[in-house]
C-alpha cells in the first residue's frame, strides 16, 4: 500500500497514474488495497452498526432525525436532534450499502467529496482528469438512492501541493453543479493543525487575519479569498463561529498530537479550540472498528473509545442537544 501511494501520488508520474487510476480494474484494485489496509488496522465496522443507530433513532420518541442544513434552527426542550454527515476520505467501497440504507429509512445525507482524492481524478497543472468510473458508477448511484453530494473541501491541500486551489474549487462545484449534484454545502477536510487555518477559513465569511502567522511558511495561504456565497455554498457542515482566542493559538498549534484517535487532541480540537466553535452541542464519531467518540461542547465533555451501545445509553441520558454524527464511509463495509 505505502509503495503504491508513493508511486501513484508523485505528481512527475502522469501516465503511472493514468495507467492506475483511470483503468476500471486499477481502480478497484486500489481502493480495495486501502480498504484491506484499514480492516488490517482494525477500523471497519459493519454497515448493521449504522442501521443499529438509526432503529434507537426511529424508535425513540426522545430523538428527531435532522437534515443537516438545519441542525442549528432546530429546538425543543426534550428532543436531541441528530443529524449525519458523511466525508469520503478514501472508502468509496461502501457508498452503495451506506447510501441504500439511508434511502430505506427515508432519509437524505450529505456525502462530502475530495477533490484531490485517488477517486476523483488526477489533477495536472491546470487541468482536473476525472475518474468517469468513480462518477458513473459510485456517485450517479449515491444521486439514484436520493443521497446528497457535497464538497469536502481540503483548498489548502491543493494550494500546498502547488495547484490553483481557488480556481478548482470553483471549477469543480461548477461542473458537478451541471451535472445536476446542486452543491450547496462543504465541509472542511483536515484541521488548523495541518495548515494553520481551517479549510473553511478560504471563505472570507469564516476568515480572520490573526492566525495567517501560523501558517506554514513557504506557502502562500491566506484566508479570505472569496466568499462563500459567491460558488452557491449556504452552508458549512462544521456551522463555525469564529471564536478566536488569540492567547491560545500558540498553545493549539504547539500541542501537535496524533489527531482523531487522540483523546488530548479531541478535547483541544473539539472542546477547547481557539479558532472556532460549531453552532451545534456534540460531534459524534465513528473513529475504528467499533470505536467512537463524543465531543460534547455543551456538556464539556470527551467521550473516548466507545462501543456502539454506549453512544446510544449517551443518547438516552441526554436531552435538548443538537447532535452530528460523521460517518466516514472509510471506516463501514
Ligand atoms: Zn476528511
Not at 469536502?152 to 462545484?173: A, P
Request: aromatic share 16%; net charge positive; glycine share 4%.
Amino acid at each position: 500500500m505505502k509503495k503504491i501511494s508513493q508511486k501513484i501520488f508523485d505528481k512527475t508520474d502522469n501516465i503511472f497514474f493514468k495507467d492506475y487510476f483511470l483503468k476500471k480494474k486499477n481502480f478497484l484494485n486500489y481502493s480495495n488495497e486501502i480498504r484491506k489496509n484499514y480492516k488490517k488496522k482494525n477500523f471497519i465496522n459493519s454497515i448493521n452498526k449504522i442501521q443499529y443507530i438509526l432503529d434507537f433513532l426511529r424508535k425513540d420518541k426522545f430523538h428527531k432525525i435532522v437534515d443537516l442544513k438545519n441542525i442549528i434552527d432546530v429546538k425543543e426542550k426534550n428532543i436531541n436532534f441528530v443529524a449525519f454527515r458523511c466525508d469520503v476520505d478514501a472508502g468509496v467501497w461502501s457508498l452503495e450499502k451506506m447510501s441504500k440504507l439511508f434511502n430505506k429509512y427515508n432519509l437524505s445525507v450529505y456525502f462530502y467529496i475530495l477533490i484531490n482524492s485517488y477517486y476523483y481524478g488526477q489533477i495536472f497543472k491546470n487541468n482536473i482528469e476525472r475518474n468517469t468510473f468513480f462518477f458513473n458508477n459510485y456517485l450517479s448511484k449515491l444521486k439514484n438512492e436520493n443521497q446528497k453530494v457535497g464538497i469536502h473541501n481540503d483548498i489548502y491541500g491543493l494550494i500546498k501541493s502547488g495547484h490553483n486551489g481557488v480556481r478548482f474549487l470553483k471549477q469543480e462545484i461548477n461542473w458537478l453543479n451541471k451535472k445536476n449534484y446542486n452543491i450547496i454545502s462543504s465541509s472542511a477536510h483536515n484541521s488548523a493543525y495541518v495548515y494553520g487555518a481551517e479549510n473553511f477559513q478560504i471563505f472570507k465569511e469564516f476568515s480572520n487575519s490573526i492566525n495567517k502567522k501560523f501558517f506554514l511558511k513557504n506557502y502562500n495561504l491566506k484566508t479570505g479569498m472569496m466568499s462563500q456565497k459567491s460558488l452557491g455554498l449556504t452552508f458549512e457542515a462544521n456551522f463555525p463561529l469564529i471564536d478566536l482566542q488569540k492567547k491560545e493559538l500558540r498553545k493549539y498549534f504547539k500541542k501537535r498530537n496524533d489527531p482523531i484517535r487522540n483523546k488530548l487532541w479531541l478535547k483541544n480540537h473539539f472542546l477547547q479550540n481557539p479558532i472556532y466553535t460549531s453552532r451545534y452541542d456534540v460531534d459524534i464519531w465513528v473513529t475504528g472498528k467499533n470505536s467512537w467518540f463524543i465531543a460534547d461542547r455543551k456538556g464539556k465533555k470527551i467521550y473516548f473509545n466507545k462501543n456502539i451501545n454506549e453512544i446510544i445509553n449517551f443518547l438516552k441520558t441526554e436531552k435538548g442537544k443538537k447532535i452530528v454524527v460523521n460517518l466516514h464511509p472509510d471506516y463501514f463495509e
